[in-house]
């Protein structure tokens, strides 16, 4: 048992199939090097209005819209003014294709908890309390824990009672907090050794204990999810450390998909 750290990391995200990239680099080699996403959103905004088939669109009117300045007279070629336009308008539907996958590991409970309010466009596989035991001496060593940012800068000392001393005693809020953690520890383990099985032992732990799981989400999805959890938004910190962090990966791969963060 020990305390945890969040880690968030792309894993998979949508790509141009090989049999596409190499129609596109047939056709051009500029093509072929914008990003993947990029064309997705491309093809999936014109096949709305043009008579072109969606496989055609990007080869025969990637030129016009990848090979000439933004006409509205803002950042980039006339496919970002294009996507701009589309994002504007709320006609995100065709921004809904573009998917990413990330590990996220070392979150609270109590972050999936709000994490899985999030429905539409998000998929969820999380690590399970029930089939992975979390006992002291099970494989995984006891369960792990986020402790909050404001329960670690509080300097204040509190009276509080303690269990394990049966007395009222002065302590800081971390050493309260941590006491807390010990607490759910022994109780799981005991109920363990009680004969009780796992899926009814974890019962007793917290909302602070740590878990992993497997997200997919799509474009839209994530934009929309960024808008209400992102700094300012009064959002929890913990939720907002990982929405800043799923923004940073989707950027790193996608960097024309930035401005839209800014924007929500």
């Not at 302590?171 to 899926?199: F, H, N, W």
Request: aromatic share 10%.
């Amino acid at each position: 048992m020990a305390e945890t750290k969040m880690s968030v990391e792309l894993m998979f995200h949508t790509q141009l199939s090989k049999k596409f990239r190499e129609k596109l680099q047939a056709e051009s080699e500029k093509l072929a090097g914008i990003h993947d996403g990029k064309i997705l959103a491309l093809s999936a905004i014109r096949t709305c209005y043009s008579s072109n088939k969606p496989s055609e669109i990007a080869i025969k009117e990637g030129y016009k819209y990848f090979g000439s300045v933004a006409s509205d007279g803002k950042d980039g070629s006339d496919a970002d003014r294009l996507i701009r336009q589309i994002v504007s308008s709320k006609h995100t539907s065709t921004l809904e294709g573009i998917s990413f996958t990330f590990a996220i590991e070392g979150v609270s409970r109590a972050l999936l908890t709000q994490l899985t309010r999030h429905r539409v466009g998000f998929s969820f596989s999380v690590q399970s309390q029930r089939y992975v035991r979390m006992g002291s001496d099970d494989k995984i060593g006891g369960f792990d824990y986020v402790v909050p940012d404001k329960v670690k800068e509080s300097e204040k000392t509190t009276e509080f009672y303690d269990n394990g001393e049966h007395e009222y005693r002065f302590a800081k809020a971390s050493r309260i907090y941590e006491d807390a953690m010990e607490t759910a520890q022994m109780a799981y383990d005991a109920l363990r050794e009680a004969g009780v099985p796992a899926e009814d032992a974890r019962a007793v732990l917290p909302n602070a204990a740590a878990t992993n799981l497997v997200m997919t989400a799509n474009l839209t999805a994530l934009l929309s999810f960024y808008s209400k959890r992102k700094k300012g938004r009064g959002a929890q910190a913990e939720i907002t450390e990982l929405a800043e962090a799923l923004r940073r990966e989707v950027v790193d791969v996608e960097p024309w998909t930035a401005q839209f963060f800014e924007e929500v």
